[in-house]
């Protein structure tokens, strides 16, 4: 459940595209780069990965937080290269400062090892016999033959 009173600790990287009027909508530049607002520091999509990786995102990877994405749709002045419009992607883990309640589920749903019944061991039973007591084993495969008409 969702606590105004608490501070959040939240590291985002953006990444700007401008409209375009060709088959997608929104597209990056060739020289795009993603900024990182903790760091100050912009890198290109191909560091994505050590991004994910660099020590303030991995901190908060291991206190449980996890990646979200969102998108802000914002209205510039239009030129003659562009009619103003850009969309922000912003890559971003946000969590309460003092971590998440080890107590309260943020869902209110029960943890899966209390929801799913435990496994009870079982004594083996005998099997029971599935042949009639009048069956005899077949010898030859030919003895198997049935006499079906054809298709």
């Known amino acids: 459940m969702y606590q105004k009173n608490k501070e959040f600790e939240t590291h985002k990287a953006t990444i700007d595209l401008d409209h375009n009027t060709g088959a997608w909508d929104y597209k990056s530049r060739s020289k795009t780069m993603f900024y990182d607002n ?60 003092n971590g998440f309640s080890k107590t309260q589920n943020l869902d209110g749903m029960k943890p899966i090892g209390q929801s799913i019944p435990r496994y009870k061991e079982m004594p083996m039973t005998e099997a029971q016999p599935s042949a009639p007591d009048h069956a005899k084993s077949v010898d030859k495969m030919q003895d198997m033959d049935d006499d079906l008409p054809p298709f």
């Open 38 to 97: 903790t760091t100050k520091k912009q890198f290109s999509p191909l560091q994505f990965a050590d991004w994910l990786n660099s020590p303030h995102i991995r901190n908060m990877i291991q206190r449980g937080a996890n990646l979200k994405i969102a998108t802000q749709d914002i209205e510039g002045e239009p030129n003659k290269y562009s009619d103003g419009l850009k969309r922000k992607i912003i890559f971003y883990f946000s969590m309460p400062k």
